[in-house]
């Protein structure tokens, strides 16, 4: 191939993957949203409303009053209803029962924005064979995780009106590693087919890839603090419970079910793992800067710091003023955010193109 040739067939590649990065910041941008979506769920207790799956043919409400009326007498038949919601009427049933079906509508719609144009791009034959695994991959991914979202919901209809943290978490981090594995892919898409290699410090770039994995450390450990609802207590900062650490941190055996079963010890987990992010943030930024990065690519650093500082104030609001709705759902949509420039980063100093 001529180096005409070369230059003729590079810029047909980076047009069409650009049209396929776009596509995927799309879906990235409807995960983001279905992540907001499900935190409100969460927040209004409307996730147990739907006691039944059906993702075929569940792409309807209830269209009259019969129909109403039976959905209604399904949940009827909840722990929530007989233990929560004894005195709901069908009215006050649909108040909770339209968020978590925009929810779940929501989550089918992204399989068909996912589904049609993948279809599309491979009989156009812009699917590099690089790029086909990492595109299939993602939709399975996504279909596993509807399967694990019911696999929660399903933990709240037995006994206990209200679901597994350990469901809720693993639901939320899965939701988290679709979408930052379709972020770091539609990168890699955005650079150019011959585009130079960053050679970037080797300490820099392992301590931003270890960030990003803190970063996802840390929310997940934020999901076990909504599954437990331990944002409702101890709600000074600081201080929990007047100390820098509290009593009754290693109150269950065995002893790690703390971890996860321990609201005080969630909650104080949690706090230190945030703490420890600014630390570590604050740090990475200050060597980022005297690093001898592209403008590109340091820029990922500044939106890294200044995200991080707005969540650790959103995380602390949250907690002072006892989860008001509209705060705490910013600060889920902030963790999110936070990992997305760390992901920036990390691939400014790594990623590669596909071709």
């Given at each position: 191939m001529n180096a005409t040739s070369f230059n003729s067939f590079a810029r047909t590649m980076d047009s069409t993957n650009k049209i396929i990065a776009s596509w995927l910041f799309v879906l990235c941008g409807m995960v983001f949203i279905m992540v907001i979506l499900g935190g409100l769920t969460r927040l209004t207790h409307s996730g147990l409303s739907m006691v039944d799956w059906r993702p075929i043919t569940g792409w309807l409400p209830p269209m009259n009053p019969g129909e109403w009326q039976a959905v209604f007498e399904l949940y009827q038949e909840s722990p929530e209803f007989k233990k929560v919601n004894t005195d709901m009427t069908v009215e006050g049933f649909k108040s909770i029962f339209w968020l978590e079906f925009i929810h779940r509508l929501w989550g089918r719609s992204m399989g068909v924005v996912f589904f049609l144009p993948f279809v599309i791009f491979l009989l156009k034959g812009w699917v590099t064979r690089p790029l086909i695994p990492r595109l299939i991959l993602i939709f399975i991914l996504g279909g596993l995780q509807g399967v694990l979202g019911w696999y929660m919901v399903k933990s709240g209809l037995i006994d206990n009106p209200d679901v597994s943290q350990y469901r809720l978490t693993a639901h939320f981090s899965a939701a988290v590693v679709i979408y930052g594995y379709m972020f770091w892919v539609a990168l890699s898409l955005m650079k150019p087919f011959h585009g130079a290699v960053l050679h970037a410090p080797a300490g820099l770039i392992r301590v931003t890839v270890f960030s990003a994995v803190w970063i996802f450390i840390t929310m997940m450990s934020g999901g076990f603090v909504a599954g437990l609802d331990a944002g409702l207590t101890y709600n000074t900062f600081p201080l929990m419970d007047g100390k820098i650490v509290p009593s009754g941190l290693a109150n269950l055996s065995p002893w790690y079910l703390n971890m996860f079963e321990n609201i005080t010890t969630?909650?104080?987990?949690?706090?230190?793992?945030?703490?420890?992010?600014?630390?570590?943030?604050?740090?990475?930024?200050?060597?980022?800067?005297?690093?001898?990065?592209?403008?590109a690519a340091l820029q990922a650093f500044h939106a890294l710091m200044i995200m991080t500082l707005v969540q650790i104030a959103l995380g602390i609001t949250t907690l002072l003023y006892d989860v008001p709705m509209s705060v705490a759902a910013l600060h889920q949509a902030g963790a999110l955010l936070l990992f997305t420039f760390a992901l920036w980063a990390a691939h400014s100093l790594v990623g590669k193109s596909y071709h």
């Open positions: 969630v909650q104080f987990d949690h706090r230190v793992l945030a703490e420890m992010t600014l630390v570590l943030i604050i740090g990475l930024w200050l060597v980022a800067r005297k690093s001898d990065l592209p403008w």
